[in-house]
């Protein structure tokens, strides 16, 4: 188990370090979301239909689903999978609210599993 005191180091290595400002858009993204709200088609219409095709024809597979965003994405995973009432869930607890949150919406149980400390991923030797 990582101790506070293991966190605090690691946070300390990160604290100088210079990421560079995220999101990062120009004016071809905003004229794009323009053309978007002027569009007056904001949820799942054209411009989401002809990326889910773009995409899908990129990866060469059958199917691909935009989707407003990463909660969405695992929920909708998590009922792909036919997640459901009872069913154990492995996630970690080191991560956004969502990975637990969506396992919840589906009626199912989250099992938190600790973190390796070289990765911050799941520690496969802790998932028994």
């Not at 889910?52 to 969405?72: H, K, S």
């Not at 589906?106 to 070289?118: H, L």
């Not at 990765?119 to 496969?124: S, W």
Request: charged share 25%; with cysteine.
């Amino acid at each position: 188990m990582i101790t506070l005191p293991k966190i605090e180091e690691m946070m300390e290595k990160f604290a100088n370090v210079k990421f560079p400002s995220w999101p990062n858009f120009g004016t071809e993204e905003e004229k794009a979301v323009q053309e978007v709200i002027r569009s007056g088609q904001l949820f799942s219409a054209d411009r989401v239909r002809s990326f889910e095709t773009a995409f899908r024809t990129y990866l060469g597979c059958d199917y691909a689903l935009g989707v407003g965003n990463a909660t969405e994405g695992l929920h909708l995973s998590l009922a792909a999978l036919d997640i459901g009432i009872g069913d154990e869930v492995i996630v970690t607890p080191y991560s956004w609210v969502s990975s637990a949150s969506c396992i919840i919406m589906q009626n199912a149980v989250p099992v938190f599993c600790d973190i390796e400390e070289k990765t911050f991923g799941i520690d496969p030797d802790k998932v028994e």
